[in-house]
């Protein structure tokens, strides 16, 4: 069982190993601060968390909504939002049914 499956692991943690790299240098080349796009918050209501920390003083740079290249037919569109926090990092907020 080892013999079969340690090659296939292997092989996608490799794949997953480019697929870090190129987003680190898509990165650095549009100047996106890497540790910043680790940062993801997970939400139940998107709209009324950004209320909640709009009324906390926090910085709203992208409203909740949907993603821009989610499809109109898809029924698990995904709502999103950016706040900066007080260091001036831009957080990503991800609304969840999960929590």
């Known amino acids: 069982m080892t013999s079969a499956s340690v090659p296939v692991f292997q092989h996608y943690l ?3 190993s480019d697929l870090l790299e190129k987003a680190e240098v898509h990165a650095a080349d549009c100047k996106i601060d890497t540790d910043a796009l680790l940062g993801g918050r997970l939400f139940p209501d998107m709209y009324a968390a950004c209320e909640a920390l709009a009324a906390k003083g926090a910085r709203i740079i992208r ?3 949907p993603m821009s290249n989610a499809s ?3 029924d ?6 950016f706040i ?3 260091d001036g990092y831009r957080v ?3 609304e969840t049914s999960d929590l």
């Open 92 to 94: 990503e907020l991800i």
């Open 14 to 16: 490799a794949v997953l």
């Open 76 to 81: 698990d569109i995904e709502v999103i939002a």
């Open 63 to 65: 409203p909740a909504g």
């Open 84 to 86: 900066e926090d007080p």
């Open 72 to 74: 109109p037919d898809r």
